[in-house]
């Protein structure tokens, strides 16, 4: 693959899944040559070249004559494919060894390995997606929850697309009508000087494009915690619950529940889907003051992981009450002002009946051992970082939102172009110095699509994706 470039013509091939214990494996190929090339390392080269496409054709693999593998090839025909090319879906035996003996056959047939993400350039370059659709493709896959992947599924059904080119066609409405007045001398129109100073005619147009923006801008924050997620950390005192209200989230026993104390010496941690949201949700050892070597590495590695947190999760014994070591906790977080969730823990043997003597927080009643509370404490996670279902946000796919900081990035850039474009015209200044603030706003917008690209943008975009897509 040496000298393979982003945008050459090379017929490409790659695994289309990660070779393993499986059923099957899926190669998959595409070029203005595909067809052909595979059918010189197929049994039955002939039909394979003379398939229409959506059509699968059985056969053989073969290379010198002998035969690697049995095999189902799916034929896609240009431009009704996803690259847009003649492309080929191989199915052949699971296993690791099956799917690179035909792999290094088709290789021997003169395909190149395929670069990271280069099925989905094509398909870009092609006319098949526009940009917010390719990386949708790639947030699709990583996605860690359901809500994740509706989110995805959404843009990759043109909702951002469509959002972006209605703002971009309401702003070029608004620089035509600029430009009209720039295009003729003040002589030729009959309108009065007033209505030809700034924007004003299309000013409120302009005004509502803003708006439209800054609500995508503010969409990122929110779907880049539905996509990279949180760290949720579990803390308290030895023995409080934190290892049981671990599993109970995890629902499976990952972490070992004694009742000695100290019984957590290091972190665990695992993934959970809370609301929607992906959690790294992580169980430390407790916080307490000891001699034990060991122990106290525990504990100076919780209080690490402390620092990293998105949020704090922490249990108080119900059974003991408030220690000393949970004051000396909400003390130092008084200082660092991390979100923290208070859990009274064994709320089924020890329900809390005074007020809490710390106004700053409003502890949640739970209990790890029976699941009382988890509601409420799922609520409060989603609260703080998400928003749960209502009749209006029930359906998350519905609302266009940014997937991408790279989108982020330029729809901050049009706003900030926009907002200068407005204010110079409250100014009333002249139309010259406006028309190329809209146009700006216009070519930023054309770069989340992808109208207005250059091949190193693309490159380094497409390189992040996984091999065979």
């Known amino acids: 693959m040496k000298g393979a470039l982003y945008g050459d013509d090379s017929p490409i091939i790659a695994f289309a899944t990660p070779p393993g214990n499986s059923a099957l494996t899926l190669i998959r190929c595409s070029g203005s040559t595909a067809v052909e090339l595979a059918a010189s390392a197929f049994s039955a080269p002939e039909r394979l070249k003379s398939s229409p496409g959506n059509t699968v ?28 090319e003649d492309s080929l879906d191989i199915s052949c035996h699971g296993g690791l060894i099956a799917g690179r003996a035909v792999m290094e056959a088709l290789k021997a047939c003169g395909f190149r390995d395929a670069l990271p993400g280069e099925f989905t350039f094509r398909a870009f370059m092609n006319g098949k997606l526009d940009l917010t659709r390719s990386e949708s493709v790639m947030e699709l896959v990583s996605a860690k929850t ?7 599924i959404g ?5 951002l697309y469509d959002e972006i080119n209605e703002i971009k066609k309401m702003l070029v409405e608004v620089l035509s009508g600029a430009e009209i007045y720039l ?10 000087a ?35 997620g949180i760290l949720a950390v579990i803390a308290g005192r030895p023995n409080a619950g ?36 992906p959690v790294r949700l992580a169980d430390t050892a407790g916080l307490r003051e000891t001699l034990d070597p060991i122990e106290k590495l525990g504990v100076q590695r919780s209080r690490e992981m402390l620092e990293e947190a998105s949020i704090i999760l922490y249990l108080i014994d119900g059974a003991e009450g408030i220690t000393a070591e949970d004051r000396s906790f909400f003390t130092d977080n008084e200082r660092q002002k991390k979100p923290v969730l208070i859990l009274w823990n064994k709320s089924d043997i020890a329900p809390r009946n005074e007020p809490f003597p710390f106004s700053a927080y409003s502890p949640i009643s739970v ?13 409060a996670i989603t609260d703080a970082f998400g928003e749960l279902p209502t009749e209006e946000t029930a359906n998350v796919s519905q609302a266009a939102a940014l997937g991408t900081e790279r989108q982020k990035n330029l729809v901050e850039a049009a706003c900030a172009a926009l907002e200068e474009a407005l204010s110079l015209s409250e100014q009333n200044e002249p139309l010259d ?17 992808g109208e207005v690209s250059t091949a190193d943008i693309l490159e380094e975009m497409f390189s992040r994706f996984c091999v065979g897509k």
């Open 57 to 84: 054709v059985y056969g053989w693999i073969e290379k010198s004559g002998e035969k690697i593998d049995e095999v189902l090839v799916s034929v896609f025909r240009s431009p009704k494919s996803y690259t847009g």
């Open 146 to 152: 359901d809500t994740g992947r509706r989110h995805a």
């Open 155 to 159: 843009r990759l059904h043109g909702l």
């Open 183 to 192: 295009d003729y001398s003040e002589d030729e129109i009959s309108a009065d």
């Open 194 to 228: 007033d209505e030809i100073a700034g924007i004003l005619p299309e000013q409120s147009k302009a005004q509502q494009a803003l708006g439209r923006l800054k609500k995508l801008a503010c969409s990122w924050q929110r779907q880049r915690i539905y996509q990279e």
């Open 242 to 277: 934190k290892s049981s209200l671990f599993n109970l989230l995890l629902r499976e026993e990952r972490s070992i529940v004694t009742e000695s104390p100290g019984t957590t010496r290091d972190w665990i941690e695992a993934w959970v889907s809370i609301g929607g949201i």
């Open 367 to 379: 209990s790890a051992k029976t699941g009382d509370g988890l509601p409420e404490l799922t609520k």
């Open 433 to 449: 110095l406006i028309a190329p603030l809209l146009r700006e706003a216009v070519n930023v917008l054309g770069e989340i699509t």
